[in-house]
Antibody
């Protein structure tokens, strides 16, 4: 079935780095834009980053610009989020999400289960 | 960035009630709005896209309306499984933004 499975979360010290992965299955991964969305404990949803289906365009939230890098490997059906210079305020559940329509701004129709990132000394 | 303001932030309702949640955008976004439902410990679930289109598999008691800056999510007859937090989201431009959420609780 169509699914996204995140991995790579954990506990990291402030200033540290972490790489999240999102494995896709059940759909043609290489045809869809993908996003990362996060949710701090007890808080709302915050969009983090987007990558176009072929990797040619990327967008970031101001809060992570210059520290986080989104990428994808279409041969492995996998999305990544490289997170550097982590701060306490980056502590959140990180979700990957699929854009509903091919190469057109749209809602997120498939979400992963989330992976927890905790930034703490 | 486009700001989305949801109201109310929370509400208490009974099974069978009609529930309405509003989402106001800080600038016009045409119909580029989605609604999501999130239950505790779970990922969000898409309910409505393009402001008023029902996602496949979503019960017909959910409906969306609006365009431009003012949008509404309506649950025509609240069911026990509908108690959750609801978010609107705009996909008109980057950065994509979400409303702050509306928690629907049991009365």
């Amino acid at each position: 079935q169509v699914q996204l499975v995140e991995s790579g979360g954990g506990v990291v010290q402030p200033g540290g780095s972490l790489r999240l992965s999102c494995a896709a299955s059940g759909f043609t991964f290489s045809s869809y834009g993908m996003h990362w969305v996060r949710q701090a404990p007890g808080k709302g949803l915050e969009w983090v980053a987007f990558i176009r289906y072929d990797g040619s365009n990327k967008y970031y939230a101001d809060s992570v610009k210059g520290r986080f890098t989104i990428s994808r490997d279409n041969s492995k059906n996998t999305l990544y989020l490289q997170m550097n210079s982590l701060r306490a305020e980056d502590t959140a559940v990180y979700y990957c999400a699929k854009e509903r329509y091919f190469d057109w701004p749209d809602a997120f129709d498939i979400w992963g289960q989330g992976t927890m990132v905790t930034v703490s000394s | 960035a486009i700001q989305l303001t949801q109201s109310p932030s929370s509400l208490s309702a009974s099974v069978g009630d009609r529930v309405t949640i509003t989402c106001r955008a800080s600038q016009g976004i045409s119909s580029a709005l989605a609604w999501y439902q999130q239950k505790p410990g779970k990922a969000p679930k898409l309910l409505i896209y393009d402001a008023s289109s029902l996602e496949s598999g979503v019960p017909s008691r959910f409906s969306g309306s609006g365009s431009g800056t003012d949008f509404t999510l309506t649950i025509s007859s609240l069911q026990p499984e509908d108690f959750a937090t609801y978010y609107c989201q705009q996909f008109n431009s980057y950065p994509r933004t979400f409303g702050q959420g509306t928690k629907v609780e049991i009365k």
